[in-house]
């Protein structure tokens, strides 16, 4: 059963057209099911303060209501007749069915929603509207390389309605990271400008590097002689192929550090560390055993 329009909006019988539409922007906010995703209570809420302001919001409905031509369903008030239950659907039950049916001509919903979901700024002065509500953002999510997302890249994304999008991955850019695409969201049902398409970038983990922030750690495996000897060896980083110098003695587990090769985390451009890994030779080689041999009589 409806209950009564003014109680679900908390106004007063003797409130005004502008205190009706006050309290409607207020409680619009705080229940709206995009601010409340998942809550049932929520979504049940805002059916029923919508149906309570689709009928209160219009003068002519609101003065048959008070006069009790029309209950809180919309529906016409038959006196003398008992008996007889309301059909599913109206004020008060699931969805805007029944005589309830919210128009907003006299109100913008831009203004109500537009700061929290992607909308415009505040409502002009004076009390004017600013014309038809904007069309509802999209929101998706692009896993994209590390070499993506170090160097910059295009990549395309399909959303669900079959629509590819090109999106430009700046350099730089971080895990997390959300490109707004203008106009490319829902459109307005009203003849608004579109919504927005809202891309999080996600970062696939790398077969070679570990990432922690912006710093990147890598393996690095170092010829016996070079780390014996001291000598170069090749490292691929994020941005190309460079030569490290691997010091004379070198031991593995030995971390080097090539400053500016890591990721970027807060706009910041980390290091890329190269945990130094000896590496002997496949083949049985006469020398090394007969040297190792000797180090271990000296180690006794």
């Not at 209570?41 to 209501?65: M, P, Q, S, V, W």
């Not at 002009?124 to 999510?141: C, E, F, K, L, Y």
């Not at 014996?228 to 490292?235: D, N, S, W």
Request: charged letters at 30%.
């Amino acid at each position: 059963m409806a209950g009564d329009p003014y109680q679900e909006l908390g106004v007063s019988r003797g409130a005004s057209a502008d205190e009706i539409k006050k309290a409607f922007r207020k409680l619009a906010k705080d229940f709206h099911p995009d601010k409340n995703p998942g809550d049932a209570a929520a979504e049940d809420r805002f059916k029923r303060i919508t149906a309570a302001f689709d009928l209160l919001g219009d003068a002519e409905k609101r003065a048959k209501f008070d006069r009790g031509e029309i209950d809180a369903d919309g529906r016409e008030q038959y006196r003398g007749f008992s008996g007889g239950g309301r059909g599913p659907g109206g004020f008060g039950q699931g969805g805007f069915g029944g005589g309830a049916r919210a128009t907003f001509d006299d109100i913008d919903l831009e203004d109500i929603f537009g700061g929290m979901f992607g909308g415009g700024g505040a409502r002009p002065r004076g009390g004017a509207t600013r014309g038809p509500a904007r069309g509802q953002d999209v929101r998706a999510s692009l896993e994209i390389s590390l070499e993506d997302a170090i160097q910059g890249s295009t990549r395309r994304i399909q959303f669900s309605d079959g629509r590819t999008l090109d999106v430009t991955i700046p350099k730089g850019a971080d895990d997390g990271q959300v490109i707004r695409l203008k106009g490319q969201g829902v459109a307005s049902p009203r003849g608004g400008p579109a919504g927005d398409a809202l891309i999080e970038l996600k970062i696939a983990p790398h077969a070679l590097y570990h990432r922690d922030g912006a710093d990147l750690t890598m393996d690095l495996a170092v010829p016996l002689a070079d780390a014996v000897l001291g000598g170069k060896v090749a490292v691929r980083t994020p941005d190309g192929v460079v030569n490290l110098t691997v010091p004379k003695g070198s031991n593995s587990g030995q971390t080097m550090r090539l400053k500016g090769k890591g990721a970027f985390a807060a706009g910041r451009r980390g290091d890329l560390k190269v945990r130094l890994m000896i590496q002997l030779p496949g083949e049985d080689v006469p020398e090394l055993i007969k040297a190792a041999e000797t180090l271990r009589k000296r180690a006794l």
